[in-house]
Nanobody, 126 residues
Framework: QVQLVESGGGLVQAGGSLRLSCAGSGRTFRGYPMGWFRQAPGKERKFVASISGSGGGTVYADSVKGRFTISSDIAKNGVSLQMNSLKPEDTAVYYC???????????????????WGQGTQVTVSS
């Protein structure tokens, strides 16, 4: 059974940092693009960041550019998301996603991803 499990969420004050991790199992995700999405209460899920299968290419949503960093975690067969300078508007459930297909550039569309985690809550207080 293929699984993605997120960890590292929690409550943090504005300006603080959190590091999310995503561990994969059931198949290898090495060489395939992975990404992070988030869903705030009452809103649609949105793209946050993605990384290419090689780990050499990254894409970020404008709202997190310069504050968040996505990186591959080979040991966990997954991906991490370092979040700095957090803002209350970053409050959301964060989802890890992995694609089973190859892409030239790290995809931003949800439809490009075949596997999803259950999500981890991130709450940023003002």
């Amino acid at each position: 059974q293929v699984q993605l499990v997120e960890s590292g969420g929690g409550l943090v004050q504005a300006g603080g940092s959190l590091r999310l991790s995503c561990a994969g199992s059931g198949r290898t995700f090495r060489g395939y693009p992975m990404g992070w999405f988030r869903q705030a209460p009452g809103k649609e899920r949105k793209f946050v960041a993605s990384i290419s299968g090689s780990g050499g290419g990254t894409v970020y949503a404008d709202s997190v550019k310069g504050r968040f960093t996505i990186s591959s975690d080979i040991a966990k067969n997954g991906v991490s998301l370092q979040m700095n300078s957090l803002k209350p508007e970053d409050t959301a459930v964060y989802y890890c996603a992995a694609s089973g297909r190859y892409y030239y550039t790290p995809p931003k569309a949800e439809g490009a991803y075949d596997y999803w985690g259950q999500g981890t809550q991130v709450t940023v207080s003002s």
